[in-house]
C-alpha cells in the first residue's frame, strides 16, 4: 500500500481498505506529507515505487503482478515485474486521454503480458500498438461491479449528512490538475468555480488526486466557500453521484460510472481528452459561459433525459471481475512468453 492513502491530509484512506477486509503486506510511502506538488515530487515519487516495491516483490515472489489504470506506483509494479521476468496483467489499457497519465499508460501495456480492456475501442488499439491480440480480453470497468454490488445511501440521510436539499439541483464536482498545463491550471479552475457560483447552485467538490498543480486547485476551493470533502467512502461518493443532476470536471468517474447510473456529465478541458464518449457526457472547454450553458441543459433538457436513459453504456455490465478472475483461472502462463515482442 502506498501513494496518497498514506497521508493524513488526504484521509488515510488505508483505513478504508482495511475495513473492507483486504490484508496489507506491505505499505512504503511514495509521498510525504510536506512535500510540493511540483513535477518533480512525483519523479521522485515514481522512484521510491521502483526502490520500494523491487525489494517487496523480490520478498513476496509473485506469480502474476496485477498493475491497473495509468498510475506512477502501478507502472513501476510493471516495470519491475518485467525485469524480473514477472508476468504482468494490465487494467484498462488502449484508453486514450490527456496530461501524464497517458503515456504512463500505454507504457504500462508495453511492459503487461496480458491485457484486460474496458471497450472494443481499447481492445483495438492495443492491436495497433504490437500486443499479441490472444492475451487481450475486453472485461469492462470493474469500479461497475461495486457499483451493482453496493445499497444506495437514501436520500433523506445524505440530505442530513451533507446539509443538501435533493429536491432541488445539486451537482458533483471533480476536478483533477492536469499536469501538462499546470501554470495555467487555477485559472482553468477557476472558471468552474465562477460557473458554479454564478448559478447559485448545490454542489459538493471532492478534492482530486495529489498531482503536481493540486496545491493550486485545493486553496481556490477553500477560499470558494462551497462545500469540500478531501475524500469520501466509495458508498458515500456513489450514492451522491447517483442522487446528484450531474458531475462536473474532467475526472474518469465522469466517463466510467456516471454513464452507468445515466447521470449527465460536464467534462471540462483536457484531461479525458480521447475517452470513449456517451450520449450523456457533455464535452466543454475551460470557459465559465460554456459550463454554465452545460450545467442548464443537464438539468433543464428534457430530451437530453430521454436520450441518457436510452444509452447504453461502453464500459461493460457490472460483471468485469468475474470475467478477470475466471480468466486469470484458465490461464497458462507457461504458453504466454515472459519476452515481449511486436505482434506484427
Known sequence: MTGSHLLKKHGYTINEIKKDGFRIYKKFNMFYENEEDTSSTMTMAF?????????????????????GFDLGGNFAAAIIGAHMNIHVAHLEGGEVTGTIDEPIRHAISKFAHIHFT????????????????????????PSLDVIKSIKFIPKTELEKEFKINLQKPFLLVVQHTVTTEIKDIDKYFLETINAIKELDMQSIIIAGNIDAGSQKIRKIIKDSKI??????????????LYHSSAIIGNSSSGIMEA???????INIGTRQEGRSKTKSIINVRYDKKEIKKA??????????????????????????????????EKLDLEKISIQKKLSY
Open 118 to 141: 474496458s471497450n472494443q475501442e481499447a481492445t483495438k488499439r492495443l492491436v495497433k500498438m504490437g500486443e499479441d491480440r490472444r492475451n487481450i480480453f475486453t472485461v469492462g470497468n
Open 295 to 328: 450545467i442548464n441543459k443537464a438539468i433543464t433538457n428534457k430530451k437530453f433525459h430521454t436520450l441518457i436513459k436510452k444509452q447504453k453504456n461502453q464500459h461493460g455490465n457490472g460483471t468485469a471481475a468475474k470475467k478477470i478472475k475466471i480468466i486469470l
Open 259 to 265: 454513464p452507468f447510473l445515466h447521470v449527465p456529465s
Open 227 to 240: 462545500s469540500y470533502y478531501e475524500n469520501l467512502p466509495f458508498v458515500k461518493y456513489i450514492s451522491l
Open 47 to 67: 522512484g521510491r515505487a521502483i526502490f520500494s516495491l523491487t525489494k517487496i516483490i523480490k520478498s513476496l515472489k509473485p506469480d502474476i503482478i496485477f498493475s
